[in-house]
């Protein structure tokens, strides 16, 4: 019944969202394709971002750009949850470091960080001063680096330590950057630990390449 799409709409959307994890992204896309018609005014620019997000963990950044600028005006709105907007705006923060945009990435984690720091969604903030941290090592100033990767790591601590081995990666890269080589390696090998354990291919990948660039160095 008509009264019930807005319902079905959030429920495919949500659904989308699982089949994208499990690794079928092209189902989850036509999923969300079959919201699109259900969908509340009110909710579009969630279904818009998602669709964004969808894309861009699938490395198709050029599409999810404007899909996640669509969907943050319509999300600015008053009475949009302050949450989900500074969820997309570290999305598309993502999105503008994956095609080298570290200006418009640093504007982006900027301003999800200061919304979340209002709303004290405190492993939001978290998230946004790790990605601030990265465009800081990006632009070469270590030290502003490290501080923010340290800042981020105390509350992934507490509140999401699953995320730490990530941040160890990047933080080995700062420490590499410095001429750190065996403390980059400490870093290193407590991440590679970590994504054996949870089987993160491309992350253990990723760690093992920079390990590598340690033991040279």
Known sequence: PDAHWALAARLLMSLAHFEAEQGRTEYGLAL????EGLTAVADRGILISQRGLLL?????????LPLFDEAVPLL?????????????????GLSHLNVG?????????????????????DLMAAKAAH????????????PAALQLFNAAAEIYRRSAP???????VDK?????????????????????????????????AEAELARSQAAMA
């Open 101 to 121: 945009d570290v200006r418009r990435a640093r504007a982006d984690f900027g301003w999800c960080q200061r919304i979340a720091v209002r709303e004290a969604i």
């Open 76 to 92: 600015s709105a008053a009475d949009a949850d302050a949450g989900v907007l500074a969820q997309v705006l570290l999305n598309r």
């Open 131 to 142: 990605n601030l941290g990265y465009c800081d090592l990006l632009g070469g100033d270590i």
């Open 162 to 168: 699953g995320n730490l081995p990530v941040l160890a």
């Open 172 to 204: 080995a890269r700062a420490l590499l950057a410095a001429g750190l080589a065996q403390d980059a390696a400490s870093e290193l090998d407590s991440a590679i630990a970590s994504f054996r354990r949870q089987r993160l291919d491309q992350d253990l």
């Open 56 to 64: 861009m963990r699938t490395w198709r950044d050029s599409a999810a």
């Open 32 to 35: 969300l394709d079959q919201a």
